[in-house]
């Protein structure tokens, strides 16, 4: 395998592994923040000491979360060399506000809330659990807003004098950051924290129930757990649905990939698996109009008319614009005659949108894998109806007090906490999988975007990472696990 | 705003986050004595929680570090990252173990035992310091690189910044005026630590000892540092003229501290407060030598940066093909993304107000035998 490949795979562990982390970090930030207000409003020692049980598991997830996020921050550049200038301008901003707004929160209250209880006034300590949360979750909001734009790469323009993608105008910050892609995202990302949190504290609490230990604390985190799940599940949805939407119009590519989709057209069906399709569902999900055109993979490596009649070249066509875009590009760059290097200007803007076409080396080339992203879109689907299922049966129950004796309930709850793993990673599978060759949607593909390293290089780092992340992992569940073994501190009642 | 004031702005606040970066690395210098045979299990722990509650701010200076380059000199992160390639990823892994060390050091589920992990903060001590330092230390000497942007219209070859050996960057470490750099940092990092650690536990035995450690850094930190002053003042350096063409200039950042005097008064005052911090610490009953010392630290550091990258000098140079050195002229981003950074930074006193607020409230108490027994949440 080449360098490209062995970056991309490298890239893709550190992100998996990261994902691990984050999510659980965002939903127990939550899930402790209610708690604690709880504590101070109730100004009962039960509340404050239950907040304290999922913070000492926060505590053990986050140091690995921010571990995994360093190296994803840094392999932008180590990996990434021609990416890191070509989005520089753009992608560094969120990253810089990332750092100063959210990172230093972060750092700062979550060593108050581990170690103030007996340093900080009651209140002040409430103030920096939130922020704890709030930080992690603004870091989210940027992050997000640079992955978007590489989805969906509005309000830049391609500059030939510095080669690269750049803002020229508040108004073209505002696109970034109110691009539709990015807050989609957002709003999905952090929302399914809430319900990986929500499902991990209904698991645990379970399984006290079933060891029938220390019952009023798991009911008590089993109704917050599963309010924030189920709230967080329903929001899920509905930016779901939005991202739909928006990968139907951005990127078709994705979406036809997610329905292995070969040929389009209107009242599309949907597939629920091979052999089981909704008629008319596809063009519903991603138009919300049953008559909506949805373009298959065929449709769009030989061109179609879009919904708004539109028509769309294709890939071949698309190719040989952007090669036209790069030969311009480097007469633009190697030529002093003032009447020539307009003519280049002139050609190059012609076709700068599908400039990164003219790396491609056959139209083949822009579809993604069809069948990971297509199974990965279907596990996180039915991954996310089952855990809002359970979420709404366990709560319901819990609220009702019935919960006692439902041994199969209990023990269904613990085996949600792997699945709701296994839903996050397969919704990041479609949506990073499912925009591949592209870096950066139509203008980078991955293998102009790598730096110039050899194969044996980036192989060795990827075994160091992937030996390293694997021994952290191991050893948080391990110590996760002896944490919940000894319980909180709530009276066993 | 111009586009000179804003990149000049913002190699500013790049020197800045360096200096505070340096500063809050006392963490790695006090962790040093985690493997000290003269300190019982229990001073070990003290160190360990006292460095345990201020690590993140060092971490979060450096991925801050990172952002703020990433953002506004984006030529310099796609070259350096990418092509001093191994040299990042050891700085990389040596804090990706840190980050995890203090959670889970005592924690009998932890697999590889408890020594371990102080050896992986101890590694990181000696590491993070030598390694940046000698990374920085490259700004004066030159890497071995080219930058071509014409090369992302070749697709047989379309990296725009390649590195010239297969080393990746670990060549800088048998470069001696880089590595000297780098050997100064970790001594003075190990004075800061020991000058924290006397500030912020209260123990007679660990306070001798800090004393001790001062004693011990001062005379290698200063033959280190002293030495690569000289040669950096009397060796040849990188001057950009007004097109950026790059040229060697003999004595240039000699000429840099002389055509610069507020940079030069700013340099010797940093580097009296570090000396007077470490007399304070040293050679007098007094715990409170860490402020002289690390605000002359980061006065010193901010210094050194403005005179790698002001007045008219290339401050990532390349010996391979001069005319591919870095400048903040070349490598910036674009005026409008600077001066949207430049209205974002303007709440970095804010940010810095409420860490010293939280700071204080959480120091108020200092760390005792009977804190470390008595406290739930410790590591």
């Known amino acids: 395998m080449d360098v490209i490949v062995w970056s991309r795979i490298q890239f893709a562990m550190t992100a998996a592994y990261h994902w691990l982390f984050v999510p659980l970090t965002l939903g127990l930030a939550l899930v402790m923040a209610v708690m604690e207000t709880i504590y101070v409003i109730k100004k009962d020692d039960f509340w404050k000491k239950t907040a304290q049980y999922w913070m000492k598991l926060f505590a053990i997830n986050f140091a690995v979360g921010i571990a995994t996020g360093i190296i994803l921050e840094f392999e932008f550049g180590t990996n990434w060399s021609n990416y890191s200038w070509f989005v520089g301008d753009m992608f560094g901003a969120p990253l810089a506000i990332e750092g100063i707004l959210a990172f230093f929160m972060e750092a700062t209250f979550f060593a108050v809330m581990f170690f103030g209880w007996d340093r900080v006034s009651k209140r002040f300590h409430l103030v920096s659990t939130w922020l704890t949360g709030i930080g992690a979750t603004i870091s989210a909001f940027w992050i997000l807003v640079a992955n978007g734009w590489m989805q969906n790469p509005v309000g830049t323009t391609f500059n030939p004098e510095t080669v690269r993608s750049e803002m020229a105008s508040a108004q073209a910050f505002w696109e970034v950051v109110s691009n539709p892609v990015a807050i989609s995202k957002f709003f999905h990302a952090i929302t399914s924290g809430w319900v990986t949190g929500g499902v991990f504290v209904v698991g645990i609490s379970c399984w006290y129930l079933l060891k029938k230990r220390q019952r009023k604390f798991a009911r008590a985190s089993i109704l917050i757990g599963s309010i924030v799940g189920i709230v967080g599940s329903f929001a899920v949805m509905l930016s779901g649905d939005a991202s739909g939407v928006h990968a139907a119009e951005f990127q078709p590519m994705k979406l036809a990939a997610a329905e292995g989709l070969q040929d389009g057209g209107r009242r599309a069906a949907f597939t629920i698996v091979p052999g089981i399709k909704i008629p008319g569902m596809l063009s519903i999900l991603a138009t919300h109009d049953i008559d909506g055109f949805v373009p298959g993979i065929n449709d769009i490596l030989n061109g179609y008319t879009d919904n708004e009649g539109n028509e769309i070249p294709s890939v071949a066509e698309k190719m040989a614009m952007g090669r036209e875009a790069l030969v311009a590009l480097s007469i633009y760059r190697s030529t002093d005659d003032p009447s020539e290097k307009a003519e280049a200007r002139y050609a190059l803007e012609e076709n700068v949108q599908y400039m990164g076409y003219g790396h491609l080396e056959k139209p083949e080339d822009v579809i993604p894998p069809v069948g990971v992203v297509f199974w990965a879109f279907r596990f996180m689907i039915g991954l996310g109806m089952l855990l809002l299922l359970e979420l709404l049966v366990i709560g319901w129950l819990a609220w009702k007090d019935k919960l006692a004796g439902k041994r199969w309930l209990m023990i269904a709850a613990i085996v949600c906490i792997p699945l709701v793993y296994i839903c996050g990673q397969a919704g990041w599978i479609v949506a990073e999988v499912g925009r591949q060759p592209w870096t950066i949607q139509g203008l980078l593909p991955v293998n102009v975007a790598i730096s110039s390293l050899s194969a044996g290089a980036v192989k060795t780092t990827f075994f160091v990472f992937l030996a390293i992340f694997t021994l952290f992992l191991v050893i948080e569940i391990r110590i996760l696990i002896g944490a919940i073994k000894k319980g909180p501190e709530t009276p066993n009642e | ?379």
């Open chain 2, 1 to 379: 705003m111009s586009d000179i004031f804003l990149q000049n702005y913002w190699w500013f606040l790049i020197a800045l986050l360096g200096g505070l970066l340096v500063f809050l690395m006392f963490v790695q210098g006090a962790n040093l004595h985690l493997g000290n045979r003269t300190l019982s299990d229990l001073q070990k722990r003290m160190i360990l929680n006292s460095t345990g509650r201020k690590w993140e701010l060092t971490f979060t200076t450096l991925v801050t570090f990172g952002g703020a380059f990433f953002a506004s000199f984006p030529l310099f992160y796609s070259t350096s990252f990418g092509g001093a390639y191994w040299v990042w990823v050891l700085i990389l892994l040596s804090f990706v173990f840190q980050a995890v060390s203090y959670e889970f050091q005592n924690k009998k589920e932890n697999l590889i035992g408890s020594k371990a992990f102080r050896v992986f903060l101890m590694i990181n001590a000696i590491l993070a310091p030598l390694l940046i330092g000698t990374a920085v230390g490259t700004f004066f000497t030159g890497s071995d690189f080219t930058v071509n942007k014409v090369a992302i219209t070749d697709p047989a070859a379309p990296v725009i910044s390649t590195w010239g050996n297969g080393w990746h960057g670990l060549e800088a470490l048998v470069n001696y005026h880089a590595l000297l750099l780098g050997c100064s940092l970790m001594f003075l990092t190990s004075i800061l630590g020991a000058l924290y650690i006397l500030n912020n536990v209260d123990d007679n035995a660990i306070q001798a000892q800090m004393r001790r450690t001062v004693k011990m850094s001062l005379v290698p930190f200063l033959a280190f540092f002293l030495s690569w002053l000289l040669i950096l003042l009397v060796r040849p350096g990188f001057a950009a003229d007004e097109d950026g063409i790059i040229s060697m200039e003999k004595f240039k950042y000699l000429h840099n501290f002389l055509q610069m005097p507020a940079v030069l008064v700013m340099f010797l005052l940093g580097v009296l407060l570090v000396l007077w911090g470490i007399f304070k610490g040293a050679f007098q009953q007094s715990r409170s030598g860490i402020w002289p010392a690390g605000i002359g630290t980061v006065l010193v550091v901010m210094a050194v940066f403005f005179i790698a990258g002001y007045n008219g000098t290339a401050y990532y140079p390349s010996c391979t093909d001069l005319q591919s050195s870095l400048t903040i002229r070349n490598s910036s981003s674009s005026q409008f993304t600077l001066q949207v950074m430049f209205w974002v930074s303007l709440l970095i006193p804010f940010v810095v107000a409420y860490i010293a607020y939280a700071w204080h409230q959480m120091d108020r108490k200092k760390i005792t035998p009977e804190e470390i027994a008595d406290t739930k949440h410790k590591y």
